[in-house]
């Protein structure tokens, strides 16, 4: 699960205090006509969208510079987002990450960048950044903490934090649920 409460930095930085979130369990509906999801609620500074959402990756591309010792490990996924409520294709994601495995109990340490590309075009775009640094994980649920660094269309200027867990954050048994405040005026 994946869930972004996001605030915007400027507002935080002049003494605005944090956004008002929605109330727990709303959820943004998606408009299939539209290809967008509609705000859970606004107030006079920001639109919030709680969105659930599944990623399928559809490639995956991994780089170790030693087979032999898995201890560092580069790799590119991308893949399709699937709305969880209609099962209906809502966009793409794009992700790279490092990871270096420091002992045989595969304890881990992980940085991830990902950009969930949604909307019609693809224009409508959230940017996470992530970094663990934790026990093994594999074959248990992972949990991971990212921060929300921008977006684009329906979410400039977006910030925030966002949870990852899952199996696997890319495969079938992940849900991402976003939580994200967009500031109404945007400065250009």
């Known amino acids: 699960m994946v869930s ?3 605030a915007i930095a400027q507002d935080a930085n002049h003494g605005h205090g944090k ?7 709303s959820l943004s509906r998606f408009n299939p006509t539209t290809m967008h999801y509609e705000p859970v609620t606004s107030d006079s500074r920001y639109t919030y969208y709680r ?4 990623l399928s990756q559809t490639f995956i591309d991994t780089f170790r510079p030693d087979p032999n010792e898995p201890h560092l490990m580069s790799a590119v ?6 709305d969880n409520s209609t099962g209906i294709k809502i966009g793409t994601f794009d992700s790279t990450s490092t990871s270096t495995v420091a002992r045989a109990n595969n304890e881990m340490q992980y940085m991830s960048t990902m950009a969930l590309e949604l909307g019609p075009n693809g224009d409508d775009t959230i940017f996470t ?7 093994d994980f594999t074959g248990k ?3 991971i903490d990212a921060a929300v660094v921008g977006g684009t269309g329906r979410y400039k200027g977006a910030t925030g934090e966002s949870v990852v867990t899952g199996m696997d954050v890319t495969k079938g048994d992940n ?8 500031p ?3 400065r250009f």
């Open 184 to 186: 109404r005026f945007k």
């Open 19 to 25: 956004p008002r979130d929605p109330a727990v369990g």
């Open 77 to 82: 996924i991308s893949g399709d987002v699937f």
């Open 4 to 6: 972004l409460s996001v």
């Open 141 to 143: 649920p992972t949990d």
């Open 51 to 54: 969105v659930k959402v599944r």
């Open 129 to 135: 950044l992530a970094a663990l640094d934790r026990a």
């Open 175 to 182: 849900l991402h649920v976003a939580e994200v405040a967009v």
